[in-house]
């Protein structure tokens, strides 16, 4: 089942084989600070992958009622780029779920703790020229891991990601597309989906959007383009997304607000 739209949303509040935790250090360079996340109810943890020979920073934000409902399990939605995007997403899940519109759900936010400006070089590194042994490090350290530590829904995994995380999330999509249900991209180049082309089935939920101002890698006519390549796909439901007068910067809170609520809305 395919939805094309235009839709623009404003005025939203912008953890195992091969793993053991570490103690927290600074990998700043001099006159940059490290990378953290800081938000209520989160818990900050450094995590050694020997699939990538890296020790990330993982924050894992609870839902409210986490532990006064201990019975209960939740969804998981996994955030790249949290230094830039965890605290829009957990904040707009938190709000929006107090109101019944979005359900409770666990994020975590797959981080580094290096400096800004060393986190441009893991970012490409991860989601691009070494895709495969970060998603290796997602799909056989990270996940059980949470999934042992935490109370989550297996059945009911998700992931977002902007610009190179954008392009990551559908280079899982048609890498390993056991291991999510719904997919959030935005601004993707969209090299991730040509050498998966006429595969037969692709069982998830998908939103793809980009900005009308975006870069010419997520350009309108290459979002045509991927949509045509997946029309044929069963199972799939895609969502298109096109944001008016947005650049590509300006995309990134416009994307999570809308995504979210797109992929796990519970009032249409």
Do not use: W
């Not at 580094?112 to 991860?126: M, N, V």
């Amino acid at each position: 089942m395919f939805k094309r739209f235009i839709y623009v949303m404003v005025g939203f509040i912008a953890l195992g084989m091969g793993i053991r935790m570490v103690p927290v250090s600074s990998h700043a360079q001099e006159g940059y600070p490290e990378v953290t996340v800081l938000l209520g109810n989160t818990e900050d943890r450094m995590i050694s992958s020997s699939i990538v020979n890296y020790t990330y920073r993982i924050s894992v934000a609870l839902p409210l009622s986490y532990y006064t409902d201990p019975s209960r399990n939740y969804p998981v939605l996994y955030v790249l780029d949290p230094h830039l995007s965890f605290g829009t997403v957990t904040d707009v899940v938190r709000v929006a779920a107090i109101g019944g519109e979005l359900p409770e759900l666990i994020v975590v936010g797959i981080g580094y703790p290096e400096d800004i400006i060393r986190t441009r070089a893991l970012r490409e590194r991860d989601y691009s020229r070494e895709a495969e042994s970060f998603l290796r490090f997602i799909r056989d350290e990270l996940v059980p891991l949470i999934d042992a530590d935490y109370r989550t829904d297996p059945s009911d995994r998700g992931i977002i990601g902007h610009s190179y995380g954008g392009d990551f999330v559908l280079y899982a999509l048609f890498h390993a597309p056991e291991l999510f249900s719904r997919y959030i991209a935005g601004s993707p180049n969209f090299n991730s989906a040509a050498a998966f082309e006429g595969q037969p089935t692709l069982s998830a939920k998908v939103l793809v959007s980009i900005g009308e101002r975006d870069e010419a890698s997520s350009s309108e006519k290459l979002l045509a383009d991927f949509v045509e390549t997946l029309e044929n796909y069963e199972g799939l439901e895609l969502t298109t997304m096109i944001f008016p007068g947005a650049t590509h910067f300006a995309s990134r809170p416009l994307h999570h607000v809308s995504g979210v609520y797109s992929i796990y809305g519970l009032r249409q």
